[in-house]
């Protein structure tokens, strides 16, 4: 009898046991990797503080839209919103005052304080540009210029960083014209560096204007 009230005590003990094992835990809903699939492109990252992504070197990889922008933004002003350089080029994505204005936007005091604002911007140069060079990416898409591929994505890179001008010389020179950035770096920089993105989704406009 004894031994039986030993082996039901065990067994109740290991039940218990292995029952507390299985106890459902608490999830938390984060925000962390929740997309925004507006038309103005926007999302948040695993962390909405720009500063915890300083020490890396690019701060989102893949071949995504969002990567192809912050990579962009990186390359520019290290994805700083409120960044003026020596040239007196503004925000993440570095505009000039004269291509803002393209693009209706007037007021650069009021952009350079409008993370939004610049995201918009962004897009709507894009856009720009995709219709003003979109001969080119039909006509040189794929093939293989000064020693890099040409993409779509690194076109209009290019011409972001560059101007359309600048693309346009080293295309139609099969990449002799040696076009350069007013920091010295090569257009062909430009082409490798941020080829083979996602950018299919964005619309060519000839006159794009941000509201």
């Known amino acids: 009898m004894l031994k039986k009230g030993i082996f039901y005590s065990i067994l109740i003990l290991v039940v218990v046991f292995l029952s507390s094992g299985f106890k459902p835990f608490k999830s938390e809903n984060f925000e962390w990797f929740r997309v925004d699939n507006s038309e103005n492109r926007t999302y948040i990252f695993p962390s909405m503080k720009q500063n915890d992504y300083k020490t890396m070197n690019v701060p989102f990889t893949g071949k995504f839209f969002i990567g192809y922008k912050e990579a962009i933004a990186f390359r520019e002003s290290q994805g700083k919103y409120h960044r003026i350089n020596s040239l007196g080029y503004l925000g993440k994505y570095q505009f000039g005052k004269e291509t803002l204005k393209t693009i209706g936007i007037h007021d650069s005091a009021a952009f350079i304080e409008s993370p939004k604002l610049q995201e918009k911007a962004f897009t709507a140069l894009l856009s720009r540009n995709k219709w003003k060079l979109r001969k080119e990416i039909e006509r040189f898409e794929g093939k ?19 101007g359309v001008g600048s693309v346009k010389r080293f295309l139609y020179s099969n990449g002799k014209r040696k076009c350069k950035d007013g920091y010295g770096t090569s257009i062909k920089c430009y082409f490798r560096e941020f080829g083979g993105y996602e950018t299919a989704a964005i619309e060519p406009h000839r006159n794009p204007k941000v509201k």
Request: aromatic share 0%; no cysteine.
């Open 144 to 162: 293989i210029i000064g020693g890099v591929r040409i993409t779509e994505s690194g076109i209009l890179a290019a011409a972001h960083l560059g």
